[in-house]
């Protein structure tokens, strides 16, 4: 699908920006790194691999002109032009466009997805401080990402295996939007409910489709009305990482109202390692590969908001096992002193920092805490945490200084991490970038220096 020729006298979404015939006299030559399927008229429909010229753009989406060869051997070509994701493809010598990784949030950082059996593990592709070298979990460097994938593809090098062949399947960033042309507001007749993935006592989460192309979930509000959910719709409006769940839209203007965002069809870290739980198969560099991915998602929102619910629940996974926090129901925007939360709302007690029973201001050190009442989640294979304690027990002896045991199976290393999250003074606990390098250490620490 895509426009070929337009005849119109004005402005239209068939037509490129209006900066684009600046754009036109310097040829851009794209490659797609992805599949994108077409999800209105004006888009163009993509094959992972295609070579496009970018003529045009917006804030979130590209104009593109692509050529391909007449069918049946006829002479000529064929012009298709229409709009595509920002994320979706890259310049066609850049290091994006290799077949082995995949670009990350930031310009300096990319991912190599790897499969191991029957686990994803996600290592960042670092560049040096002159962007012109590159390493993976050691620093070993390599003047080209060539010679890295070539020397990861003899020696295993601190990796979970030897690379053999590009992935098949990786995870395809969310678009920002949901069209070039969608605000935030979008009708209910574009959303159409297709079965229902969860309920709690404010919503309900439906897999469903808007424009009846693209697959979405819609969080649908129990008899909420809208001041109360407004917090809510503007922190995830500007939360854009590749470890947080992307909002798409909303629908305020008649009852139910809903938001509108990625669909996680795998769901949550919390189902995902009980459905492990019997076999007890998952390796303790994949379990700490997930709650690197949820510090770096932290880094990102730690000095915007405090999210107040961090917890494995919270957590849901792509298909390539890739970690987004979600659920930012109980998040505030991070104003000191401004994070009391009222006593008539249902919190999540057994994850709660010790200053929250005093009635102290919430901040990014008590979701600090609850990082590692997760971590215990994650070690455990998903248990709840304090086996065998009543909530208000749990409170009483969180004040009185106690802390909870070494979870059966969990290595020293990273039970005195733990303990670091659990510090009284919130000042005392690190900040998740400290967490994130003291976890990224355990990865590559031989299991004999673990125990």
Same mark, same amino acid.
């Given at each position: #699908? ?24 310097? +040829?851009?030559? /794209? ?25 045009? !753009?917006? &804030? ?73 070298? %590159? ?9 080209? @990402?060539? =010679? ?16 053999? $062949? ?13 069209? %070039? =042309? ?10 159409? +409910? ?7 006592? /404010? ?11 693209? =697959?979405?979930?819609?969080? !649908? %509000? ?32 008649? &009852?139910? #109202? ?6 996680? +069809? ?5 189902? /995902?390692?009980?459905?492990?739980? =019997? ?16 510090? $770096?998602? #932290? ?10 619910? *961090? ?18 129901? @109980? ?58 304690? &009543? ?28 303990? *670091? ?6 000042? &005392?606990?690190?900040? %998740?970038?400290? *967490? ?16």
């Amino acid at each position: #699908m895509g426009n070929s020729m337009c005849t119109c006298k004005r402005c239209c979404p068939c037509c490129p920006p209006k900066n684009e015939e600046q754009s036109l006299s310097r +040829k851009r030559v /794209f490659k797609s790194i992805y599949d994108y399927p077409s999800r209105t008229i004006w888009d163009l429909n993509l094959k992972k691999g295609d070579i496009l010229e970018v003529t045009g !753009e917006t &804030e979130y989406w590209l104009y593109v002109r692509r050529r391909t060869a007449k069918a049946n051997g006829s002479k000529g070509f064929v012009e298709e032009k229409g709009y595509v994701p920002k994320d979706f493809i890259k310049p066609l010598d850049s290091v994006e466009s290799e077949p082995f990784t995949s670009s990350g949030e930031v310009a300096t950082v990319l991912s190599l997805p790897m499969w191991n059996g029957l686990h994803a593990r996600h290592y960042r592709v670092k560049r040096g401080e002159n962007d012109k070298q %590159f390493f993976l979990v050691h620093h070993t460097t390599f003047q080209t @990402l060539c =010679e890295l994938i070539e020397f990861y593809s003899k020696n295993e090098g601190g990796l979970c295996a030897k690379l053999h $062949e590009p992935c098949v399947k990786l995870d395809q960033p969310a678009p920002l939007t949901l069209s %070039f =042309e969608t605000k935030w507001e979008v009708e209910r007749s574009s959303l159409t +409910k297709i079965k229902k993935l969860g309920s709690g006592e /404010f919503a309900e989460v439906w897999q469903g489709l808007w424009n009846n192309t693209t =697959e979405v979930a819609i969080k !649908e %509000f129990k008899d909420v009305n809208y001041s109360n959910i407004k917090t809510e719709i503007d922190i995830m409006k500007e939360l854009h990482h590749e470890h947080l769940l992307k909002l798409y839209a909303v629908c305020t203007n008649s &009852e139910p #109202m809903c938001l509108v965002t990625e669909l996680m +069809k795998n769901g949550s870290l919390k189902q /995902f390692l009980i459905s492990h739980k =019997e076999k007890q198969d998952l390796e303790f560099s994949i379990m700490m590969d997930f709650a690197v991915q949820i510090t $770096e998602g #932290m880094i990102y929102i730690e000095n915007k908001i405090v999210h107040r619910d *961090l917890r494995a629940d919270n957590i849901l996974l792509t298909d390539m096992q890739c970690c987004k926090i979600a659920d930012f129901g @109980l998040a505030e925007i991070n104003l000191a002193g401004s994070h009391r939360i009222s006593s008539d709302i249902k919190v999540p007690v057994k994850w709660m920092a010790p200053e929250i029973f005093e009635n102290e201001a919430y901040t990014s050190k008590s979701d600090v805490w609850s990082f590692g009442i997760l971590l215990t989640e994650i070690v455990t294979y998903g248990d709840d945490p304090y086996p065998g304690m &009543e909530k208000m027990s749990c409170v009483r002896s969180i004040q009185r200084g106690e802390r909870m045991e070494r979870p059966a199976g969990c290595p020293e290393a990273l039970y005195d991490i733990m303990l *670091l999250c659990w510090r009284s003074n919130p000042e &005392e606990r690190p900040t %998740f970038t400290e *967490l994130r390098e003291k976890l990224m250490a355990l990865i590559h620490e031989p299991d004999s220096e673990l125990e």
